[in-house]
């Protein structure tokens, strides 16, 4: 039903291992967010879950079964990757790319039936793209773009759908339709999503749990109130910031100080500060 | 019970022979003769050919010079001797052939060239058009031809008294410069091209010529038709240079001779002994190629021939 | 947090609901591969009835004058169960059913190939510069054909030049493979770079080889430039079957090569095993272009236009885009053929010609259309 274990899986890329020893469950119905630095590894660790990336030492398990011994076909029925900057051929149609979603659960010779254009069509209202079905995909924006492959892998209908900074050129709007979009799938399909995401503040509002990586090592993991706290912000992302807690639903909210490494200024720097940083103390 | 099997084997026997027997292919009727042409292939005639292709220049003199030129019913469109031969309908280009003006003209002989062997010859063997392919590599190869090209022909006088006459023009210039000295024949320098010289080497039928007719080919050491740089040319100092040329047109070659400056230090050069040779004489193998023999040698030694 | 949950709850209902009406419209907006099967169906018969009306046409011109009447007097008379007997002379049937017919058929199983060929290559290297030639399939085939050429080599008869050239091609593509893998992977820039240098050595050889024989060099010319001249049943028998495996093939792939239009991570993570699939098409494609080359020499432009000129006006979906290009590569190098043996007749222009003028003002055409991308 779509639970995943990932059990000290080591990843690399030639000789330096990008994670070390990493192990967490992802289960059904919960979106799970994946956070850190930049270059800690959440990409690698996206790359592994669809078989792109093999982990050098330990396992991963799909519905307790391994995840090589799973065809990769099977494997597309079951999990769907939303990478971070995907590759969209020019020419084709929205609806084109859309309808290649459905690849997995076609056979050889045959083509997308009426139930198949249904799914098709369900995905990109959901995404918000119906009326872009018959646009060329090099006339669209990013975020328009962004949205095409969102709804592909809806159309591919996963148990695991796995997000690479998915909100990255979206607009607030946008972004919070997406973000809605899967958590209520999560919700009501009970479908396991896992984002990695740089905004803390979008895990935090929008995640169930939260893994905040830091050298390739698990530094911490709970709900978003146990790991969004400013000791784990300054130790992971060496920035000082301050945790506000949101007025309707308590959950942490990261409210950043301008100046946060607190730098001394000379008194010339300061008068150019200043006119830029009025309320600069 | 064994009778009826026996009558059936013979059944059987009798009717596979029956039909062996009419599938049975030309069978050598008196009147065909089989002959093996230059590329080896066997080539099998029924009576006297009446209807002659000839796919190249060289074979279609041969067929004019045995009195042949009534049968000629297709030819190239590089034949221009005799001129009569404009009147002729042209079927090919030399390298690429215009099968369906072939089949068209219904030869019962097409003479071919061994260039054409890898696509030409065997299209037509497969629409069953008899192919005989002359291409001489030296001059006995080439009065053979004559004589092959008589017999099949049925022209076998007019093809020996060509033969003999033409031996007999050869021998006269041969007995001339039999008697030479080494240091008495000239060291010749052959070009069709300059930029690179292509000149003849050992096996070609102008080394042939140029030794007839009292010379020494400085290019000998080389085999067929190959270059030769500008540096090793003048090196050995040639005494005559030939230099080969389409008629009419501007003998490039000539003129980058003629202008050269290391050229200049030849002897050729300094004693004004650069010619200018017919590319349809020499490039070809035709009886003609016996008026470029006398040619040659009056060139080369204009002392001996007047 | 409760109030998020029952917001969750909310929104599911309201798409609950939502399925019922997104039927009606998926049938208007969007309707299924199969129902679109009359229009795929459309498409092809046309273009295949095109094929056969030009076809028929060729028939009927040639250096020699052949009235249309007895032409198709003439086709009908071969036909099974037909029994009519004409006034033409059994040289006209056999310049007909021997000369122009079975060129005819071989020009259009060159450009089938040629044609299917350019768009696989095209679609595996999603690159609209790609055409069959690019990894080293002419220049091998080149080098292979001038050695059979230039050496006194006897075996397989008038078939010599063809099995060499067919031979050089698939060792070119076969050494450049070798030299472009990497582990098990395939990397489709290198397979380029690769081809490209290894083509620029073969080249060389070749040219040396052309040089050092110049007896031979009008044949060899004449090789490379291209001809159906001298086109025959025999050929067509030989080389039918690796092109229909080669062609079966590459249909079967054709839903996988749309998806291979995404970058390589997208479709193996949407279930295609990509290294597989190129290598299958590869080879495939190879094949049907090394079968092509061998008895016909290099013919250049079908491969790059005919793709192209498909894409613009039926889109980029392989499972139309593969067949439609067979046909119309039929057509164009029909054209070019029946061009090429009667605009200057007897003489032939060599079909490579014809393809190139042709070829030139269609590029230049696609540099204009900028309005409408064509890759």
Request: hydrophobic fraction near 45%; aromatic fraction near 6%; charge should be positive.
């Given at each position: 039903?779509?639970?995943?274990?990932?059990?000290?899986?080591?990843?690399?890329?030639?000789?330096?291992?990008?994670i070390?020893?990493?192990?967490?469950?992802?289960?059904?119905?919960?979106?799970?967010?994946?956070?850190?630095?930049?270059?800690?590894?959440?990409t690698?660790?996206?790359k592994?879950?669809?078989?792109?990336?093999?982990?050098?030492?330990?396992?991963?398990?799909?519905?307790?079964?391994?995840?090589?011994?799973?065809?990769?076909?099977?494997?597309?029925?079951?999990?769907?990757?939303?990478?971070?900057?995907?590759?969209?051929?020019?020419?084709?149609?929205v609806s084109?790319?859309?309808?290649?979603?459905?690849?997995?659960?076609?056979?050889?010779?045959?083509?997308?039936?009426?139930?198949?254009?249904?799914?098709?069509?369900?995905?990109?209202?959901?995404?918000?793209?119906?009326?872009?079905?018959?646009?060329?995909?090099?006339?669209?924006?990013?975020?328009?773009?962004?949205?095409?492959?969102?709804?592909?892998?809806?159309?591919?209908e996963?148990?695991?759908?796995?997000?690479?900074?998915?909100?990255?050129?979206?607009?607030?709007?946008?972004?919070?339709?997406i973000?809605d979009?899967i958590t209520?799938?999560?919700?009501?399909?009970t479908?396991?999503?896992?984002?990695?995401?740089?905004?803390?503040?979008?895990?935090?509002?929008?995640?169930?749990?939260?893994?905040?990586?830091?050298?390739?090592?698990?530094?911490a993991?709970?709900?978003?109130?146990?790991?969004?706290?400013?000791?784990n912000?300054r130790?992971?992302f060496?920035?000082n910031?301050?945790?506000?807690?949101?007025?309707?639903?308590?959950?942490?909210?990261?409210?950043?100080?301008?100046n946060?490494?607190?730098?001394?200024?000379?008194?010339k720097?300061e008068?150019?500060?200043?006119?830029?940083?009025?309320?600069?103390? | 019970m064994?009778?009826?099997?026996?009558?059936?084997?013979?059944?059987?026997?009798?009717?596979?022979?029956?039909?062996?027997?009419?599938?049975?292919?030309?069978r050598?009727?008196?009147?065909?003769?089989?002959?093996?042409?230059d590329?080896?292939?066997?080539?099998?005639?029924?009576?006297i050919?009446?209807?002659?292709?000839?796919?190249?220049p060289?074979?279609?003199?041969?067929?004019?010079?045995?009195?042949?030129?009534?049968?000629?019913?297709?030819?190239?469109?590089?034949?221009?001797?005799?001129p009569?031969?404009?009147?002729?309908?042209?079927?090919?280009?030399?390298?690429?052939?215009?099968?369906?003006?072939?089949?068209?003209?219904?030869?019962?002989?097409?003479?071919?060239?061994?260039?054409?062997?890898?696509?030409?010859?065997?299209?037509?063997?497969?629409?069953?058009?008899?192919?005989?392919?002359?291409?001489?590599?030296n001059?006995?190869?080439?009065?053979?031809?004559?004589?092959?090209?008589?017999?099949?022909?049925?022209?076998?006088?007019e093809?020996?008294?060509?033969?003999?006459?033409?031996?007999?023009?050869?021998?006269?210039?041969?007995?001339?410069?039999?008697?030479?000295?080494?240091?008495?024949?000239?060291?010749?320098?052959?070009?069709?091209?300059?930029?690179?010289?292509?000149?003849?080497?050992?096996?070609?039928?102008?080394?042939?010529?140029?030794?007839?007719?009292?010379?020494?080919?400085i290019?000998?050491?080389?085999?067929?038709?190959?270059?030769?740089?500008?540096?090793?040319?003048?090196?050995?100092?040639p005494?005559?240079?030939?230099?080969?040329?389409?008629?009419?047109?501007?003998?490039?070659?000539?003129?980058?001779?003629?202008?050269n400056?290391?050229?200049?230090?030849?002897?050729?050069?300094?004693?004004?002994?650069?010619?200018?040779?017919?590319?349809?004489?020499f490039?070809?193998?035709?009886?003609?190629?016996?008026?470029?023999?006398?040619?040659?040698a009056?060139?080369?030694?204009?002392?001996?021939?007047? | 947090m409760?109030?998020?949950?029952?917001?969750?709850?909310q929104?599911?209902?309201?798409i609950?609901?939502?399925?019922?009406?997104?039927?009606?419209?998926?049938?208007?907006?969007?309707?299924?591969?199969?129902?679109r099967?009359?229009?795929?169906?459309?498409?092809?018969?046309?273009?295949?009835?095109?094929?056969?009306?030009?076809?028929?046409?060729?028939?009927?011109?040639?250096?020699?004058?052949?009235?249309?009447?007895?032409?198709?007097?003439?086709?009908?008379?071969?036909?099974?169960?037909?029994?009519?007997?004409?006034?033409?002379?059994?040289?006209?049937?056999?310049?007909?059913t021997?000369?122009?017919?079975?060129r005819?058929?071989?020009?259009?199983?060159?450009?089938t190939?040629?044609?299917?060929?350019?768009?696989?290559?095209?679609?595996?290297?999603?690159?609209?510069?790609?055409?069959?030639?690019?990894?080293?399939?002419?220049?091998?085939?080149?080098?292979?054909?001038?050695?059979?050429?230039?050496?006194?080599?006897?075996?397989?008869?008038?078939?010599?030049?063809p099995?060499l050239?067919?031979?050089?091609?698939?060792?070119?593509?076969?050494?450049?493979?070798?030299?472009?893998?990497?582990g098990?992977?395939?990397?489709?820039?290198?397979?380029?770079?690769?081809?490209?240098?290894?083509?620029?050595?073969?080249?060389?050889?070749?040219?040396?080889?052309?040089?050092?024989?110049?007896?031979?060099?009008?044949?060899?010319?004449?090789?490379?430039?291209?001809?159906?001249s001298?086109?025959?049943?025999?050929?067509?028998?030989?080389?039918?079957?690796?092109?229909?495996?080669?062609?079966?093939?590459?249909?079967?792939y054709s839903?996988?090569?749309?998806?291979?239009?995404?970058?390589?991570?997208?479709?193996?993570?949407?279930?295609?095993?990509?290294?597989?699939?190129?290598?299958?098409?590869?080879?495939?494609a190879?094949?049907?272009?090394?079968?092509?080359?061998?008895?016909?020499?290099?013919?250049?432009?079908?491969?790059?236009?005919?793709?192209?000129?498909?894409?613009?006006?039926?889109?980029?979906?392989?499972?139309?885009?593969?067949?439609?290009?067979?046909?119309?590569g039929?057509?164009?190098?029909?054209?070019?053929?029946?061009?090429?043996?009667?605009?200057?007749?007897?003489?032939e222009?060599?079909?490579?010609?014809?393809?190139?003028?042709?070829?030139?003002p269609?590029?230049?055409?696609?540099?204009?259309?900028?309005?409408k991308?064509?890759?």
């Amino acid at each position: 039903m779509g639970k995943l274990e990932i059990q000290n899986i080591t990843l690399d890329y030639g000789q330096c291992p990008v994670i070390k020893d990493l192990s967490f469950q992802l289960r059904p119905g919960e979106l799970l967010g994946l956070v850190g630095p930049n270059g800690c590894g959440k990409t690698s660790v996206i790359k592994s879950l669809s078989r792109v990336l093999f982990p050098r030492s330990g396992r991963i398990l799909l519905d307790g079964k391994e995840l090589t011994r799973i065809s990769r076909n099977e494997l597309a029925r079951l999990i769907g990757v939303v990478p971070q900057n995907p590759y969209l051929p020019e020419t084709f149609t929205v609806s084109e790319v859309v309808i290649l979603g459905r690849n997995p659960h076609l056979r050889l010779l045959s083509g997308e039936s009426a139930k198949d254009m249904a799914i098709v069509w369900q995905a990109m209202e959901r995404t918000g793209i119906t009326h872009l079905a018959k646009r060329r995909i090099g006339e669209l924006s990013g975020g328009e773009k962004q949205r095409v492959t969102i709804a592909r892998v809806l159309a591919q209908e996963p148990q695991v759908i796995l997000l690479d900074e998915p909100t990255a050129n979206l607009d607030i709007c946008h972004q919070l339709d997406i973000l809605d979009l899967i958590t209520s799938l999560c919700y009501e399909k009970t479908i396991a999503g896992l984002i990695a995401i740089h905004d803390l503040n979008i895990a935090a509002q929008y995640c169930n749990r939260i893994i905040m990586l830091k050298n390739g090592q698990i530094h911490a993991e709970g709900t978003p109130e146990q790991v969004v706290t400013a000791e784990n912000v300054r130790e992971v992302f060496s920035a000082n910031v301050t945790i506000y807690r949101h007025p309707e639903n308590n959950l942490p909210m990261v409210l950043l100080n301008g100046n946060h490494r607190q730098q001394k200024y000379s008194s010339k720097e300061e008068k150019v500060v200043r006119r830029f940083i009025p309320d600069h103390s | 019970m064994k009778y009826f099997r026996l009558f059936v084997a013979i059944t059987i026997v009798g009717l596979l022979e029956l039909t062996s027997c009419s599938q049975e292919p030309s069978r050598q009727t008196p009147s065909s003769a089989i002959y093996t042409d230059d590329i080896g292939r066997i080539v099998q005639i029924q009576g006297i050919p009446q209807r002659i292709i000839s796919l190249s220049p060289s074979n279609t003199e041969m067929v004019y010079a045995l009195g042949l030129q009534d049968k000629l019913v297709g030819v190239t469109s590089y034949d221009n001797y005799p001129p009569d031969v404009k009147n002729k309908t042209v079927v090919s280009d030399y390298s690429t052939t215009d099968m369906e003006k072939i089949v068209n003209a219904k030869p019962d002989l097409v003479l071919a060239d061994s260039i054409q062997k890898n696509d030409t010859i065997p299209a037509l063997e497969k629409l069953g058009i008899n192919v005989y392919t002359m291409t001489p590599g030296n001059i006995d190869m080439f009065f053979n031809n004559l004589k092959m090209l008589g017999r099949i022909t049925s022209k076998t006088k007019e093809a020996d008294n060509l033969v003999s006459n033409l031996k007999s023009r050869v021998q006269a210039v041969a007995d001339k410069t039999a008697k030479l000295t080494d240091l008495q024949k000239p060291r010749v320098l052959f070009v069709t091209w300059h930029d690179p010289i292509w000149t003849a080497g050992s096996e070609t039928m102008i080394q042939y010529l140029i030794k007839q007719a009292g010379g020494t080919n400085i290019a000998s050491d080389l085999k067929g038709y190959a270059t030769i740089t500008l540096e090793t040319a003048v090196q050995r100092n040639p005494q005559v240079i030939i230099v080969m040329n389409s008629m009419g047109t501007q003998n490039i070659s000539l003129d980058f001779i003629k202008s050269n400056n290391q050229f200049k230090s030849t002897d050729a050069l300094k004693n004004a002994r650069v010619y200018e040779i017919d590319a349809d004489i020499f490039g070809r193998t035709t009886p003609r190629i016996v008026d470029g023999l006398e040619t040659l040698a009056k060139l080369i030694h204009p002392e001996l021939f007047k | 947090m409760n109030d998020q949950n029952t917001d969750r709850k909310q929104s599911t209902i309201m798409i609950n609901n939502h399925n019922e009406s997104v039927a009606h419209k998926t049938v208007r907006e969007l309707p299924a591969y199969s129902s679109r099967r009359f229009l795929r169906v459309i498409s092809i018969s046309g273009l295949m009835l095109a094929c056969i009306i030009i076809s028929v046409l060729a028939l009927t011109v040639g250096s020699v004058e052949i009235p249309f009447k007895t032409v198709w007097q003439i086709l009908i008379s071969h036909l099974p169960f037909v029994n009519l007997r004409g006034d033409w002379s059994s040289t006209t049937d056999m310049i007909i059913t021997g000369i122009r017919l079975p060129r005819i058929f071989m020009a259009g199983a060159v450009g089938t190939a040629l044609g299917v060929a350019g768009a696989t290559y095209q679609g595996l290297f999603r690159n609209p510069l790609a055409d069959p030639y690019l990894i080293g399939v002419a220049q091998g085939a080149a080098l292979g054909a001038v050695v059979g050429f230039v050496l006194p080599l006897t075996f397989g008869g008038s078939y010599l030049i063809p099995i060499l050239a067919f031979l050089g091609a698939l060792a070119a593509v076969s050494i450049v493979y070798l030299i472009a893998r990497v582990g098990r992977t395939l990397p489709m820039t290198t397979l380029i770079l690769a081809g490209v240098a290894i083509g620029s050595l073969l080249i060389s050889i070749t040219a040396y080889l052309t040089m050092i024989s110049a007896n031979k060099v009008h044949g060899i010319l004449s090789w490379l430039m291209g001809s159906f001249s001298i086109s025959g049943w025999d050929q067509l028998r030989l080389i039918s079957p690796f092109l229909a495996i080669g062609l079966v093939v590459i249909f079967l792939y054709s839903r996988q090569l749309n998806v291979m239009q995404l970058d390589e991570e997208q479709a193996q993570q949407l279930g295609i095993n990509v290294e597989r699939t190129k290598i299958i098409l590869l080879v495939s494609a190879t094949l049907i272009t090394a079968v092509a080359v061998c008895f016909v020499g290099t013919i250049g432009f079908v491969g790059i236009i005919v793709p192209h000129i498909v894409r613009l006006i039926w889109g980029p979906d392989h499972r139309l885009l593969l067949p439609l290009s067979a046909i119309a590569g039929a057509i164009l190098l029909i054209l070019a053929d029946t061009a090429s043996r009667t605009l200057m007749a007897p003489a032939e222009i060599p079909v490579g010609v014809i393809t190139a003028f042709l070829g030139a003002p269609f590029f230049l055409f696609l540099l204009r259309r900028k309005k409408k991308a064509v890759f």
